[in-house]
């Protein structure tokens, strides 16, 4: 009798091919289902030393894989995704198990378990991190949903995960659409981190005047420190590239408009949502969509005056630039992981916050050394509500917190716009402010429109006669 394969892929594009690769790397018996014939050719080719093949057929392809069928979908989030399953269900038994590994929005995957949940179906959606080389080599994977069907992909999922000290990035995240959310959130700390990274070399070039072999050398040694990240990485890598086509450095060619797939949106969409501020994330996501006006800026920039403004001591500003960053990339993952406290009781997904923490630190795009300070910090305190809470980060944020405030007030004189570098300081100020000054907005409220308010002295809630009627 024909041997059956233990998991199949529906979508072999770069990610799809790659996890396939890796997981036959490591023993499993795969195949894949694409219908277009250069992507089976380029998984056969690819996958030759372990005589990988794949199908045009959605029949012959279902039909070569063992029961329970393992599913994995690695297609374009959105309606792609509820038509695949649509041709999948005819074909399948109940107790098969399906998997949605793309960008898909948590409201999304929550209707697609509640519909295939009740068909007999095993679903869940699970976020995976780490482009194109982590999925061959090793990604961060973010499960959650299906908790039986977890249970049939532990081990490959495991097996084929970004290890850590020796532990698998990988952890069942939680019920519901509890995956995709954790993806999501990541998304946006990513979305924040690279634009806090962009600021500061807007800030080393009209700032500070640096070409970019010495921003290039900036990054290098930060990335040697307590900033060392992924992100940091591949950006000092970037000011070391040469364009082919000029022989001058390609990041000097590229046009400044920023392109993006809306995971950063969702997540500012549903912080509104739950009412629980992210702003640097926000920011992100704003500057984003701001760049796109291209023609409006140079229109503008002609209009106004530029200001200059000359850095004095410059060997003094870039470790307070170090230190800012720092500061503020602190910011971006507390704010993402208030986020997802929020969203935890919210929608009952029951996270585990250290955990969280736990399979970020390899495979992923926002890895980094700092994400062993927050898995400690979980670890120690797992109800911790905000990261700011815990003494260990509340100690280096007071370290270098004049660090920020220098960058932050020479950036404003510049006349530079650091709208995530700003969000983070003022985050940090409104957080620890005891009393804000929330207390007239209320009253305004109550004024013009008897919205009520409540006081300081006494239970319930009031209305003013601010403006009574003469008669």
């Given at each position: 009798m024909e041997s059956k394969f233990t998991l199949g892929m529906i979508g072999l594009g770069t990610m799809g091919r790659n996890l396939l690769l890796n997981m036959a790397d490591k023993g499993f018996a795969v195949t894949g289902y694409d219908k277009d014939p250069k992507m089976i050719q380029k998984l056969k080719e690819d996958g030759a030393k372990h005589n990988l093949t794949a199908y045009s057929s959605l029949e012959d392809f279902i039909g070569s894989l063992e029961l329970p069928r393992r599913i994995m979908l690695l297609v374009p989030a959105g309606p792609i995704v509820d038509s695949v399953i649509l041709e999948l269900l005819p074909l399948l038994d109940k107790g098969d198990i399906i998997i949605d590994s793309g960008n898909s929005h948590f409201t999304d995957t929550s209707k697609r378990a509640a519909e295939l949940s009740g068909q007999g179906m095993h679903f869940f959606g699970m976020g995976i991190s780490g482009g194109e080389e982590?999925?061959?080599f090793g990604p961060s994977i973010m499960p959650g949903g299906d908790k039986t069907a977890y249970g049939e992909m532990k081990e490959i999922l495991e097996a084929v995960s970004a290890k850590v000290n020796g532990d698998p990035c990988v952890a069942y995240i939680g019920p519901g659409a509890s995956g995709h959310f954790v993806k999501m959130v990541h998304n946006g700390i990513e979305y924040a981190m690279m634009q806090l990274l962009a600021e500061a070399y807007d800030i080393m070039k009209n700032a500070l005047e640096y070409s970019n072999e010495q921003i290039h050398d900036v990054f290098e040694q930060w990335n040697n420190g307590r900033l060392q990240s992924f992100l940091l990485e591949v950006t000092k890598d970037i000011f070391a590239f040469k364009d082919e086509k000029t022989g001058g450095y390609l990041v000097d060619y590229i046009k400044d408009e920023a392109k993006s797939k809306g995971t950063g949106k969702w997540t500012s969409q549903v912080s509104m949502d739950l009412q629980l501020p992210i702003p640097s994330i926000n920011e992100a996501v704003s500057t984003r969509d701001l760049s796109k006006f291209k023609s409006l800026r140079t229109a503008l920039a002609k209009t106004y005056t530029q200001d200059k403004y000359t850095v004095g001591d410059k060997d003094k500003f870039i470790v307070e630039l170090e230190q800012a960053l720092y500061f503020a990339v602190i910011s971006s993952y507390a704010q993402g992981l208030h986020l997802l406290w929020q969203a935890s009781i919210t929608y009952e997904y029951e996270l585990n916050?250290?955990?969280?923490?736990?399979?970020?630190?390899?495979?992923?795009?926002?890895?980094?050394?700092?994400?062993?300070?927050?898995?400690?910090a979980y670890k120690k305190q797992p109800d911790l509500e905000h990261l700011y809470a815990d003494a260990g980060i509340a100690k280096k944020l007071e370290e270098i917190l004049p660090g920020m405030r220098s960058v932050v007030s020479h950036t404003v004189l510049t006349g530079l716009a650091v709208p995530a570098f700003a969000s983070a300081l003022t985050y940090f100020d409104s957080l620890k402010t005891e009393r804000m000054p929330s207390n007239l907005i209320q009253a305004q409220r109550d004024f013009f429109g008897a919205h009520q308010f409540e006081r300081t002295d006494a239970e319930g809630t009031f209305h003013a006669l601010w403006n009574p009627v003469k008669s």
């Amino acid at each position: 009798m024909e041997s059956k394969f233990t998991l199949g892929m529906i979508g072999l594009g770069t990610m799809g091919r790659n996890l396939l690769l890796n997981m036959a790397d490591k023993g499993f018996a795969v195949t894949g289902y694409d219908k277009d014939p250069k992507m089976i050719q380029k998984l056969k080719e690819d996958g030759a030393k372990h005589n990988l093949t794949a199908y045009s057929s959605l029949e012959d392809f279902i039909g070569s894989l063992e029961l329970p069928r393992r599913i994995m979908l690695l297609v374009p989030a959105g309606p792609i995704v509820d038509s695949v399953i649509l041709e999948l269900l005819p074909l399948l038994d109940k107790g098969d198990i399906i998997i949605d590994s793309g960008n898909s929005h948590f409201t999304d995957t929550s209707k697609r378990a509640a519909e295939l949940s009740g068909q007999g179906m095993h679903f869940f959606g699970m976020g995976i991190s780490g482009g194109e080389e982590g999925a061959r080599f090793g990604p961060s994977i973010m499960p959650g949903g299906d908790k039986t069907a977890y249970g049939e992909m532990k081990e490959i999922l495991e097996a084929v995960s970004a290890k850590v000290n020796g532990d698998p990035c990988v952890a069942y995240i939680g019920p519901g659409a509890s995956g995709h959310f954790v993806k999501m959130v990541h998304n946006g700390i990513e979305y924040a981190m690279m634009q806090l990274l962009a600021e500061a070399y807007d800030i080393m070039k009209n700032a500070l005047e640096y070409s970019n072999e010495q921003i290039h050398d900036v990054f290098e040694q930060w990335n040697n420190g307590r900033l060392q990240s992924f992100l940091l990485e591949v950006t000092k890598d970037i000011f070391a590239f040469k364009d082919e086509k000029t022989g001058g450095y390609l990041v000097d060619y590229i046009k400044d408009e920023a392109k993006s797939k809306g995971t950063g949106k969702w997540t500012s969409q549903v912080s509104m949502d739950l009412q629980l501020p992210i702003p640097s994330i926000n920011e992100a996501v704003s500057t984003r969509d701001l760049s796109k006006f291209k023609s409006l800026r140079t229109a503008l920039a002609k209009t106004y005056t530029q200001d200059k403004y000359t850095v004095g001591d410059k060997d003094k500003f870039i470790v307070e630039l170090e230190q800012a960053l720092y500061f503020a990339v602190i910011s971006s993952y507390a704010q993402g992981l208030h986020l997802l406290w929020q969203a935890s009781i919210t929608y009952e997904y029951e996270l585990n916050l250290h955990e969280i923490a736990q399979i970020w630190r390899g495979g992923c795009i926002i890895r980094a050394e700092f994400l062993e300070d927050i898995y400690q910090a979980y670890k120690k305190q797992p109800d911790l509500e905000h990261l700011y809470a815990d003494a260990g980060i509340a100690k280096k944020l007071e370290e270098i917190l004049p660090g920020m405030r220098s960058v932050v007030s020479h950036t404003v004189l510049t006349g530079l716009a650091v709208p995530a570098f700003a969000s983070a300081l003022t985050y940090f100020d409104s957080l620890k402010t005891e009393r804000m000054p929330s207390n007239l907005i209320q009253a305004q409220r109550d004024f013009f429109g008897a919205h009520q308010f409540e006081r300081t002295d006494a239970e319930g809630t009031f209305h003013a006669l601010w403006n009574p009627v003469k008669s």
